[in-house]
């Protein structure tokens, strides 16, 4: 999972032509840390259908705000520069619920496909 440190990298990457997840996390959060034992293998499972990036919340206030992030972990589905679907919850999110997004978020690319 690549690690954003500039909004001029997110950008670039959310504007890219294919599927690109955004994962909002923060050190301090429990349900973040939760998830890092399987992400890897998640996105392993989604490799070549999907671009997995991580951005800390904390470094980027201003965009969580404009994005209306509130809780964390929060996973946004971006193709071209516009947002597919999200999945923001302030729960715990299992690798399950994950995994039922990330097919959601293909299901909606697939169906707005050119």
Same mark, same amino acid.
């Given at each position: ?29 429990? &349900?973040?840390?939760?998830? &890092? ?20 919340? &904390?470094?980027?206030? &201003?965009?969580?705000?404009? !994005? ?22 302030? !729960? ?23």
């Amino acid at each position: 999972m690549r690690k954003i440190s500039n909004e001029q990298q997110y950008q670039e990457q959310i504007a890219q032509s294919g599927v690109t997840i955004a994962i909002f996390k923060t050190t301090w959060c429990k &349900d973040c840390h939760y998830i &890092d034992p399987f992400m890897p293998a998640v996105e392993q499972a989604y490799e070549g259908r999907l671009t997995f990036i991580e951005l800390d919340r &904390d470094e980027f206030p &201003d965009l969580c705000e404009q !994005l209306n992030i509130l809780g964390i972990p929060s996973f946004i589905a971006f193709r071209g520069g516009q947002e597919l679907v999200r999945f923001v919850s302030k !729960l715990r999110k299992t690798r399950e619920e994950i995994e039922q997004f990330l097919d959601r978020a293909l299901e909606v690319a697939n169906a707005l496909a050119p």
